[in-house]
């Protein structure tokens, strides 16, 4: 048995996402010109990024140079990456894996 | 490459995944989801002994407009006969895994709810090849 999926326990998915976010209005304007509705994997503490036609193409390119490193995935021009439409937040919240620190 | 599939009398849309991760595989049944934009969601209690590696993070907007932060995770499955990388959502509770529209990205997805026939194939291809995914 493995310890499972939990890589990176103290990992706070609340602040990455928030710096990434920051990093991502940085550069939005360009971005949004040119890329538009391509996946974008973004490390705001390089303030590199890797595009995609699909979420593993962007992620695949960014862990071919850092293997190691956790990246954000982001829709250029969409508020969020995916849609999950299957789903709603009550039964997400009420099923939640993972804690208030972000962590599963 | 093509990939043969069921509709089950609900009209739901199924193949057979091998999904491997760095500490195991399974094979399991997916449902297709056409309003998941991702590529693979998978339970969390099937996502555990897989030990899928931490990718990154993501946003996702929900059914009802909420928004969640989601931790990714990167797993291969195989897909007609090749291997292919993907990023994966755990959810949470006792669902069934499915795929989304970014896995189905530059296939074309035949659904013949007539004879219960389910296709996905390379664009101008027309000859099957195995293995198949169909259930059972």
């Not at chain 1, 021009?77 to 969020?80: K, R, V």
């Not at chain 2, 056409?34 to 590529?39: M, V």
């Not at chain 2, 030990?51 to 931490?54: E, H, N």
């Given at each position: 048995m493995t310890d499972g999926i939990i890589q990176k326990p103290q990992f706070n998915i609340e602040e990455f996402s928030k710096k990434s976010e920051d990093f991502y209005n940085e550069i939005r304007d360009k971005l949004e010109t040119n890329y538009k509705d391509k996946y974008i994997a973004l490390d705001f503490e390089t303030k590199e990024y890797w595009f995609g036609d699909i979420p593993s193409d962007a992620l695949l390119k960014a862990k071919k140079k850092y293997p190691d490193k956790i990246f954000y995935l982001i829709q250029v021009?969409?508020?969020?990456a995916f849609s999950i439409q299957s789903i709603s937040s009550v039964s997400f919240l009420k099923k939640k894996c993972y804690d208030n620190r972000g962590r599963y | 490459m093509t990939i043969e599939g069921d509709i089950d009398s609900n009209n739901t849309l199924w193949v057979k995944l091998d999904v491997i991760g760095e500490a195991g595989k399974k094979t399991m049944p997916v449902f297709i989801d056409?309003?998941?934009?991702?590529?693979l969601a998978i339970p969390l209690q099937i996502a555990v002994p897989l030990?899928?590696?931490?990718s990154g993070a993501a946003t996702s907007r929900l059914a009802d407009g909420a928004e969640i932060r989601q931790m990714l995770f990167s797993a291969k499955i195989s897909w007609g006969t090749q291997k292919r990388p993907v990023t994966v959502h755990v959810m949470p509770g006792d669902v069934n895994a499915s795929i989304g529209c970014a896995l189905l990205h530059g296939y074309v997805l035949h659904a013949d709810f007539e004879n219960k026939q389910l296709i996905i194939k390379e664009p101008h291809v027309d000859e099957p090849t195995k293995p198949n995914n169909k259930m059972g």
């Open positions: 021009g969409s508020p969020t | 056409t309003g998941f934009s991702g590529e030990g899928l590696k931490l």
